[in-house]
């Protein structure tokens, strides 16, 4: 079985798309489209159930994950070029004079 590479990360060349309710409820539903309808929007009638009633579902588009930013490693960055390693130890010793931990 192949699956979107957007929908749980298969090799499908089909596209997921999130429809969502034209009444504004929240509600949703997830289906495939062909790569060839990329461009266009997808609109069905489905059933709503939070109104009772089918309504409108348009394609919205699929937000990703937003990224952490990438920590600094200080630490590994000393002991690897072993500059600056005095404002490190400086700065740990405050660190614990405030917290009293490490």
Request: without cysteine.
């Amino acid at each position: 079985m192949f699956l979107s590479p957007v929908l749980l990360r298969n090799k499908s060349k089909r596209l997921a798309v999130k429809l969502v309710s034209s009444v504004q409820t929240g509600f949703r539903y997830w289906t495939h489209k062909s790569p060839l309808k990329r461009d266009t929007r997808v609109a069905l009638l489905k059933y709503d159930p939070i109104v009772n009633r089918h309504v409108m579902f348009y394609e919205t588009p699929i937000s990703k994950p937003a990224r952490k930013p990438r920590r600094p490693r200080p630490m590994a960055w000393f002991r690897w070029t072993g500059k600056n390693i005095q404002d490190l130890v400086k700065d740990v010793g405050r660190r614990h004079e405030q917290r009293g931990t490490f």
